[in-house]
């Protein structure tokens, strides 16, 4: 099983500055079989980011996903207060798919 | 609109049964992977298992291996997750969501909006 590691657990940032969220992967998915998630509080997790990269209809350009080999990171470039929630990676390159255990993006 | 619909919220007893529902409308539903994903109060997501209803082919988690039953009703555009006895650590909110693309290798979406599933005495 492919553990994703997160890092941080939570982050405390102010509206407009940069986040920057990490998830590495125990071993190789495939190149780019990840997925990014936020979810809001009482809300379902909504798609952000897919292979890698590529941000989902509707997601604004401030989200941006990247990686070097099994390190991920997702990159917001100026915070809206909007964006305050639980950020989640999801590897789908082998079974079991599984999550990484979430950074708690919070307003400092 | 592609949409999953889950059934509501369930309150039982430990080793009760349960099945729970979610429908997909607005796409081909035979030919899209669906999956269950659970979250323990407060804590993060868990991919469960996923199902294929054009062939009824099902991966679980080992984690949930025996523990849950994943099926399918094409007839109806439905598939369930469902519990032959609870237990008091089955209580979660259960998401319903379908893969992007009409592959295996897909990320979710969307998700349905989640079954909050309460098993206490």
């Known amino acids: 099983e492919i553990v994703l590691t997160q890092s941080p657990g939570t982050l405390s940032l102010s509206p407009g500055e940069r986040a920057t969220l990490s998830c590495r992967a125990s071993q190789s998915v495939g190149g780019t079989f990840l997925a990014w998630y936020q979810q809001k509080p009482g809300q379902a997790p909504r798609l952000l980011i897919y292979v890698a990269s590529s941000r989902a209809p509707g997601i604004p350009d401030r989200f941006s996903g990247s990686w070097s080999g099994t390190d991920f990171t997702l990159t917001i470039s100026r915070l809206e207060p909007e964006d305050f929630a639980v950020y989640y990676c999801?590897?789908?390159?082998?079974?079991?798919?599984?999550f990484g255990q979430g950074t708690k993006l919070e307003i400092k | 609109e592609v949409q999953l619909l889950q059934s509501g919220a369930e309150v039982k007893k430990p080793g009760e049964s349960l099945k729970i529902s979610c429908q997909g409308s607005?796409?081909?539903?035979?030919?899209?992977?669906i999956g269950w994903v659970r979250q323990l109060p407060g804590k993060g997501l868990e991919w469960m298992g996923i199902?294929?209803?054009?062939?009824?082919?099902?991966r679980y988690s080992p984690s949930f291996q025996g523990q849950i039953t994943i099926s399918v009703d094409t007839s109806i555009s439905t598939t369930y997750l469902q519990w032959s006895s609870l237990k008091a650590s089955d209580t979660a909110m259960y998401y319903c969501?379908?893969?992007?693309?009409?592959?295996?290798?897909?990320?979710?979406?969307?998700w349905g909006q989640g079954t909050p599933v309460t098993v206490s005495t």
């Open positions: 607005g796409f081909s539903f035979t030919n899209y992977w």
């Open positions: 969501a379908r893969h992007s693309g009409r592959t295996l290798y897909s990320w979710f979406d969307p």
């Open positions: 199902i294929y209803p054009g062939d009824s082919d099902i």
């Open positions: 999801q590897q789908y390159y082998s079974s079991p798919n599984t």
